[in-house]
């Protein structure tokens, strides 16, 4: 195990709890170990000393925890580079400045979390600084730009615990700036005003041909520009004059500004002129100091557009480190998809389990540490990588495997075991037996699972869990089977087959748990789960992992996290 004292982990503990109100999670004290070089199969070692310096610290006043956290704090260390990531090149400490620039059309989704956690990673590393960037500047009528969104991202990038600095910049804040650099390249000759059809556009790139707009003189040029400001869609737009002899002819002559008078979220109608993704960056990557920019293979092209931007203004170049395209295998996300169908109330809201966003991840139980740990998993590669997504369920799992366990029976199907006498099952919350136990009362009457009830055969021995042991007699189509009780205390002799269970009693509680694909399993659940707390995660018996997000007098609703 890697040299972690009981001072290191209280350190960490204190932290987290004078973060949350007292409280310290044990999810975010092993992240905080893991950046000191705890390995996964350390997990269930150091974890009974977490748990027992969570014990400690949750009981005593956020007054005294701050008075505990000041005398241990230097044993906190700045988080180390993570096993896969290679260092970044010509990156200073102290010095290195990096971005993450979500389009606001949505919430932040797993897919796009890798740009993210790659980028506080490396910034954490190097002592450096993370902006959060909003990229809205109008996006298009397929893909617009969405007023909750803001707030989603923000939400998920605290969620996550990456730390980017206070001041998050919005790109719908500068475009007035964006024009001033414009009408810069206009008087140097590389930004022309073009109104050619835009099937004349695509026939003189194939045939490496300029248009006539491209040599007009420049007192033409800003002519044309201001008269963007008060003409129609698609009459004029602004190209970057490249060389139509180049060989990629996606780089020749660019479209860097173009005309929308949709309405957008942060400034009505103020404007109808707006810069392409290409030149904003080109500019705001300069201005704002970025070192170093994490982005996709799928944007190769953008870079090249802003390596000739900062060559015209005799810029440096930040570092540009492209990475191959992130799939995951079993999940299919699309931001604008999701919008309409949270739009159209097909989908329960931004956090329906479908759209995969932080949000939704949130609320089925995946743990931020966990996403984390996955995404740095896969390092960076140039190549594109297709990733299980039971990947991210084995981190999790490790995660949240002491949450207290219960009965959920899909589908009830009553039963009677003749001959049962009254009993008192005492069955423990946790194999672990460090979170109590529960009882139950029964008679001769149960629940079990339909599926449990069908697959059962003649003169097969079974048994109810943590009770009684049971055999079928009979099995027809046409008669109801019978059942008649064998014995108490287990006995491997019976061969029995195991079967979760409730006693018939009123005290059952409705069930609903909303799965991954949407659909809603119905069942019940034991008496018991009626007294923990929203935001809970339990283990159903031979079900699974879910989180309680809903709960009424007789009614809770799970999300689903995984098995």
């Not at 269930?44 to 956020?62: D, G, V």
């Not at 041909?209 to 963007?228: H, I, P």
């Not at 046409?478 to 409730?502: A, G, Q, R, V």
Request: proline share 5%; net charge positive.
């Amino acid at each position: 195990m890697a040299k972690i004292s009981e001072k290191k982990i209280e350190a960490y503990a204190l932290e987290n709890a004078i973060k949350h109100d007292g409280k310290a999670n044990q999810s975010a004290v092993l992240a905080g170990l893991f950046s000191e070089g705890l390995e996964k199969s350390e997990i269930k070692t150091i974890i009974p000393l977490i748990q027992k310096t969570l014990q400690k610290i949750n009981s005593i006043s956020i007054e005294k925890q701050q008075k505990e956290f000041e005398k241990i704090k230097n044993k906190i260390s700045k988080r180390e580079i993570r096993v896969g990531l290679p260092e970044l090149e010509n990156a200073k400490p102290g010095e290195v400045v990096m971005r993450f620039a979500p389009f606001p059309s949505g919430p932040i989704h797993l897919g796009n979390t890798r740009q993210l956690i790659l980028n506080d990673e490396y910034v954490k590393k190097y002592n450096g600084k993370l902006i959060l960037v909003m990229d809205d500047t109008i996006g298009s009528e397929k893909k617009p730009v969405l007023t909750e969104a803001y707030k989603l991202i923000e939400e998920g990038v605290k969620w996550l615990e990456c730390n980017y600095d206070k001041k998050i910049i919005y790109k719908s804040d500068r475009i007035e700036l964006y024009y001033k650099y414009a009408e810069e390249l206009i008087k140097r000759g590389y930004l022309y005003i073009c109104n050619c059809p835009i099937e004349t556009i695509h026939k003189n790139k194939e045939e490496q041909k300029e248009c006539n707009c491209r040599n007009l003189y420049t007192a033409e040029q800003e002519k044309r520009w201001k008269s963007m400001f008060t003409s129609k869609e698609g009459t004029y737009c602004a190209r970057l004059k490249t060389s139509m002899q180049d060989p990629d002819p996606a780089f020749r002559d660019r479209i860097m500004f173009r005309i929308s008078k949709r309405p957008h979220p942060r400034l009505k109608n103020k404007y109808q002129v707006y810069p392409l993704l290409d030149f904003s960056w080109a500019v705001d990557d300069h201005l704002l100091g970025i070192t170093h920019i994490i982005r996709g293979m799928d944007l190769v092209m953008e870079s090249k557009v802003e390596k000739f931007i900062w060559d015209i203004f005799n810029w440096p170049h930040p570092e540009i480190i492209h990475t191959g395209f992130f799939q995951i295998e079993g999940v299919k996300i699309s931001k604008s998809k999701g919008a309409q169908e949270v739009k159209t109330g097909e989908y329960i809201g931004w956090n329906d389990p479908r759209l995969w966003s932080l949000q939704s991840l949130k609320d089925r139980g995946i743990q931020p540490q966990t996403i984390r740990e996955f995404i740095i998993s896969q390092g960076i590669k140039k190549s594109n990588t297709t990733v299980p997504i039971d990947i991210l369920y084995s981190i999790n799992k490790k995660l949240i495997e002491n949450s207290p366990r219960y009965f959920f029976i899909k589908n009830p199907v009553q039963i009677k075991i003749n001959g049962s006498p009254e009993l008192t099952a005492k069955i423990p919350l946790h194999p672990t037996n460090k979170l109590g136990e529960k009882e139950h009362q029964t008679t001769q009457e149960f629940y079990i699972t339909k599926d449990d009830y069908n697959n059962m055969q003649d003169n097969e021995n079974y048994r109810l869990m943590h009770l009684l042991n049971f055999k079928i007699h009979k099995v027809s189509s046409i008669t109801p089977k019978e059942f008649s009780y064998t014995s108490t205390e287990p006995d491997k002799n019976l061969k029995s087959k195991l079967i979760h269970w409730l006693p018939k009693t009123p005290s059952n509680v409705n069930i609903t748990i909303i799965m991954p694909n949407g659909e809603k399993v119905q069942g019940i659940g034991e008496e018991h789960i009626k007294n923990i707390k929203e935001e809970t995660i339990v283990q159903f018996e031979r079900f699974g992992f879910a989180k309680l997000k809903a709960k009424e007098k007789n009614n809770l609703e799970f999300f689903f996290t995984h098995k």
